[in-house]
Each structure stands twice: as C-alpha cells, then as structure tokens.
T-cell receptor, first 113, second 113 residues
Framework: DQQVKQNSPSLSVQEGRISILNCDYT??????FLWYKKYPAEGPTFLIS?????DKNEDGRFTVFLNKSAKHLSLHIVPSQPGDSAVYFC????????????FGAGTTVTVRA | ETGVTQSPTHLIKTRGQQVTLRCSSQ?????VSWYQQALGQGPQFIFQ???????GRGNFPPRFSGLQFPNYSSELNVNALELDDSALYLC????????????FGAGSRLTVL
C-alpha cells in the first residue's frame, strides 16, 4: 500500500529554469515531510524538510510547499543546476520524532545545459 | 567525520540461502535503520535499532532480523531467501531516538537466483 506517491518518474529541465517535483500522500497521520536526493551508487542524502504546522520552508535554492488539505507537497529548485541531476525521494513520517519513514518511488531529474 | 559504510556492495545468493549484510554507522550516531529498495520503488522501512534493541519494525516477516553492536555497527540477516528479496538494502544512521533525518549508506545490492 503506497502511502506516498510521486507520480512523475522523470523530469527534464533546462539549466537555470525552475524544477518542480510533486508528491502526494494518503495517510492523514503524516505530519512531517522530507526530501532526499540520491546520486548513482550513493545513498540518499537529506535535502529539506517541513512540518505540517508550516506551509513553506526555504533553504537556498530549494523550497518545499505543503498543502495539507490536499495532502500534497512540492519541491521547487530555482535555478536548476547540472549538479541537481539526481533522483529525488519524497518521504513522510507521523511526527518529527517518528523514525519510520514512508518513501515515494522517486523522480529522476535531468538538468540540461 | 566518516559516513555510513556498508558491506558487501554486491552479492548473489540462491533461493533458500541465508545472507548477512553489515553496516558501520556514522561517528556519533547511536540509531540505525534498515530499508529495502526494490527496483523502481522507494525505500521501505524494515526495522530500527537503538541501544542494541529493536524499537520498531515495518511490514517484513520474522526471517528478516538484525543486530546492533555496542559500537553501533549493525547487521541485517535474512533467512530462507526468496526471489522477491532481490533489492538494494540501505542502512541509515541517526543521532538519538526518533530522529528521522537519516544518513544513508550506499547500500548492498542483493540478487537472489
């Protein structure tokens, strides 16, 4: 039962433009969300997170938006750079202290020069 | 600081055999989690260890078991291997109980024939 869904398996964007990655969830108990980034042959690395008490969190070029009523979140990367080419996983947990993460299947981002 | 290291990186087993995967946590981390990532899917939580005790388990049968040692390294054991156990197994460590900003290793790729 896939509780976190990333419906776009891949995304291609030109360098300098915005990348928008989407994520939907079904479990209403989820209230803490994270994005991880994965390069080939490496483990996922933490990118940014957001708690359900917020609707936006920003860290440099990365911004995560949360729409709790729609059970939807998105990651914006502006501007996109070639080093951003990777697989991005959306993950959710039932609280900031809940170690059990539910992951989406990932979106492969390719940034074209 | 050293990251999370896993061994072996690749291995091939036959159905019915047993396998042990190993993980060294990042320095200063006392919690370790294991995830299974099947092809085309996101990581799925197997279990977590804190202070050498299992303190949470995902939807995996008892033939998946683990250990955490006093130096916070860990093992994942899988008995009676099945074809569906073929996957990338990711180890992740964190500082403290309940932490969900995880540091992942690069994984062990298991193929069951």
């Amino acid at each position: 039962d896939q509780q976190v869904k990333q419906n776009s398996p891949s995304l291609s964007v030109q360098e300098g433009r915005i990348s928008i990655l989407n994520c939907d969830y079904t479990n209403s108990m989820f209230d803490y969300f994270l994005w991880y980034k994965k390069y080939p042959a490496e483990g996922p690395t933490f990118l940014i997170s957001i708690s359900s008490i917020k609707d936006k969190n920003e860290d440099g070029r990365f911004t995560v938006f949360l729409n709790k009523s729609a059970k939807h979140l998105s990651l914006h990367i502006v501007p996109s750079q070639p080093g951003d080419s990777a697989v991005y996983f959306c993950a959710a947990s039932a609280g900031v202290n809940d170690y059990k993460l539910s992951f989406g299947a990932g979106t492969t981002v390719t940034v074209r020069a | 600081e050293t990251g999370v290291t896993q061994s072996p990186t690749h291995l091939i087993k036959t159905r019915g055999q047993q396998v042990t995967l190993r993980c060294s946590s990042q320095s200063g981390h006392n919690t370790v989690s294991w995830y299974q990532q099947a092809l085309g899917q996101g990581p799925q939580f197997i279990f977590q260890y804190y202070r050498e005790e299992e303190n949470g388990r995902g939807n995996f049968p008892p033939r998946f078991s683990g250990l955490q040692f006093p130096n916070y390294s860990s093992e994942l054991n899988v008995n009676a291997l099945e074809l569906d156990d073929s996957a990338l197994y990711l180890c992740a460590s964190a500082r403290g109980y309940g932490a969900n900003v995880l540091t992942f290793g690069a994984g062990s790729r298991l193929t069951v024939l």
